[in-house]
């Protein structure tokens, strides 16, 4: 008896839900579209992740015109991608040339192109 009264108490809750959707005006995907563009308040940037991560090695290059790497272990990565290698030539924020060290802390942001993320 217990069980019965549980479900029939989902099946209402159910119905409200669809009541709920059914009663919104019909719109086209276009139109639905349209309307989240307009609002101002919704925040259309780019998707993006911040991951930590760890400088393992700094890799010289053979050649004197390249620049050397910096492989960098992220955590909380998929195995494919765990550890990732970057040139060790960066700026930081008042245009002064910078090199990572073994063993620096560093943040990984990871962000979508436009044109994947949208479909």
Do not use: F, W
Not at 76 to 101: F, H, M, Q
């Amino acid at each position: 008896m217990l069980q019965r009264k549980g479900k029939k108490e989902l099946k209402i809750a159910t119905c409200a839900a669809v009541k709920y959707e059914i009663a919104k005006p019909r719109m086209s995907r276009s139109a639905r579209i349209a309307e989240l563009n307009l609002d101002t308040a919704r925040n259309i940037g780019q998707p993006s992740t911040i991951m930590p991560g760890t400088v393992t090695k700094i890799i010289a290059s053979r050649r004197t015109n390249l620049p050397e790497k910096a492989q960098i272990a992220v955590a909380g990565a998929p195995l494919s991608c765990r550890e990732i290698r970057i040139e060790n030539t960066l700026t930081d924020d008042y245009g002064d040339d910078v090199r990572l060290k073994k063993g620096g802390h560093v943040e990984i942001t990871v962000t979508a192109d436009d044109d994947r993320h949208r479909k």
